[in-house]
């Protein structure tokens, strides 16, 4: 039976993004929510990045 090292990493960063998308739409009605979404753009942006760039150069890298 192969076993699975499945890390979640594109799950979670696409998870983060959502979230930050939630707080960007919720801005419209309470500023508060736009200010937390403006300070966790660059790293939910950044871990998002590099999971999708990291599982791109795993794939590449396995053929």
Known sequence: MMESNKTYKREFAAFMVVITMTFFIAGFWAV??????ELLLTPVMLNAGAAFGLDAFAKQVKK
Do not use: M, S, T
């Open 32 to 37: 508060y929510f736009k200010e937390v979404a």
